[in-house]
């Protein structure tokens, strides 16, 4: 009784904010801001809106990611979370830089042949949808770390999501397709009736409501952690678990917890780049990649011409054919990075570049090493007191497992799939591993998401990350580089057409819009060449010399800048 008076009290307070500041039936998407005082870009407006009420409330950074990705669980149901997990990096104004890791795991009684057949085959479609696809949720055991560096109560932070998902909200396009593509998955997948199907097909403006979502978030906002990890939303999980057939117990759910991690930092260019470490496979690739094309004048070939498309796409490759092999939990398998990411082995590395030549993935497979003793969603947070916060969670695939926690109404991942369900065989995202990626209870399965802050002169200058499945380290890269080396605007680093290389398959992926002389260019030189739809959705902040604050919203999706 002692949490429900000062409950309902934050409840009251967010309450008249939200109707004098956010109004969830009546919203625009701006898609970029200019301040100096604070700014968050997220996958949906009014997650975006919600971050900025939480700073002009007095909240710092971490308090405004705490809120907005409270928010992204409920009005982006496609990747926003508490069923699923995810990173966080921040830089804080003490100059402290923090890295969160609250990835899902595996749980107690999965084993490293459970998606095998009696013929040994892998069996894709339990790894990818359904209860025994989901991995144990560390979303809310990682904000409740994030926490630690917050100003504000939970119960404020989490107030807006609570009044969201009570009262509803009116959906966009974007999200009644979505909806609306996965409804036989839905029906498919679950034991109970959910929010997410209704007799006719969404439409944009539609109301989306979610009850016991809400009242979930109202267990977490009295009880904190044990609100989601014990008590009645814990039994509501393992029942559906024993309904549908999955092996998440009440134990893997009391025994999970977020980790701080020490950050993988490295200079790239001058500046310090600030990313998160393994399990996320960017904390490997990334300073990979930027170290390989520091040992060209990049900026001199210039943007999206055919020598710069070509280096990148082979550095690429050159990265994630050691990915596959090579990485995975380093607190379930030495991962030689120091090697992986130190100069000389760059410089190895790179002399299997041929310029002007499409390399062959057959013929590029991992280095020598010796051993040492798609849905996502990415918020990127300033504020005015010199916090930065980026945050990617994720699902996996949209929605995850199509599958929803009967009378607690939230999402289950289904990210034992970023596991090596079989050595050689890829998952939904096409990506290859091998024994450091395979299944082990209590292990955190290998991700692509890739947070990343950049600094100059100790202080932030860019604040990064997207969604995208594999293609996410690629396209951090090549914003980065988009920004530090071409100088290009934000705008224009996070909106025009991007590529992607990830060894095997052995496919340039190019997007739509891609320029068609370039791409041609590139067929004549030998590469295999694929249209396809968007790569990521990319949030980014920067912050010029003078104070100002440039933020922008992704074109590709319902992302929004927002500040003051």
Known sequence: MKYFLPVIYGLLVVNVVVAQELDPYNYSIQKTFKGRN???????????????????????????????????????????????????????????????????????????????????????????????????????????????YARLPFRDLIAPAIELAENGFRITEEEADGLNSERENFLKYNTTSTVFTKKNPWKAGDTLVQKDLANTLRRISKRG???????????????????????????????????????????????????????????????????????????????????????????????????????????????PVAKLTSDAYIKERLRLYKPDTAGNSKAIRE?????????????????????????????????????????AGFLLNNEMDDFSVKPGVPNMFGAIGGEANAIVAGKRMLSSMTPTIVLKNGKPYIVAGTPGGTTITTSVYQTLVNMIDFNMSTFDAVNKPKFHMQWSPDILFLEKDFPLEISAALEKMGYEIKRRGQIGRTEVIKILDDGTIEAVGDKRGDDAAEGF
Do not use: W
């Open 38 to 148: 604070g700014a968050v870009v997220s996958a949906h407006p009014l997650a975006s809106k919600v971050g900025v009420m939480i700073l002009k409330k007095g909240g710092n950074a971490i308090d405004a990611a705490i809120a907005t990705k409270l928010a992204l669980a409920v009005v982006y149901p496609g990747a926003g979370n508490i069923g699923g997990g995810g990173f966080m990096v921040a830089h804080l104004n003490d100059g402290r830089n923090i890295t969160l890791d609250f990835r899902e795991k595996a749980p107690g009684k999965a084993h490293r042949d459970m998606y095998l057949d009696s013929a040994g085959n892998a069996d894709l479609d339990k790894s990818q949808y359904g209860h025994l696809a989901a991995g144990v949720p560390g979303s809310v055991a990682g904000l409740f770390t994030a926490h630690t």
């Open 225 to 335: 952690m044990k609100g989601f990890y014990a008590g009645k939303t814990a039994k509501l999980l393992v029942a559906e678990m024993k309904r549908g057939g999955g092996i998440i117990s009440r134990k893997d759910l009391k025994d999970y917890k977020a980790v701080s991690r020490n950050p993988s930092a490295f200079k790239y260019k001058g500046y310090d780049v600030v990313t998160m470490p393994l399990p996320s496979s960017g904390g490997v690739l990334l300073p990979m990649m930027l170290k390989m094309t520091d040992q060209f004048p990049i900026a001199e070939y210039g943007f999206h011409s055919l020598k710069a498309v070509q280096l990148m796409t082979e550095i690429e490759r050159l990265a994630y054919a050691d990915r596959a092999f090579y990485l995975g939990d380093e607190d379930f398998y030495k991962v």
């Open 367 to 407: 280095g020598s090493v010796e051993k040492e003793s798609e849905e996502t969603t990415h918020l990127s947070i300033v504020d005015g007191s010199g916090n930065a916060v980026a945050i990617t969670t994720t699902l996996n695939g949209g929605y995850g497992a199509c599958t929803v926690v009967g009378g």
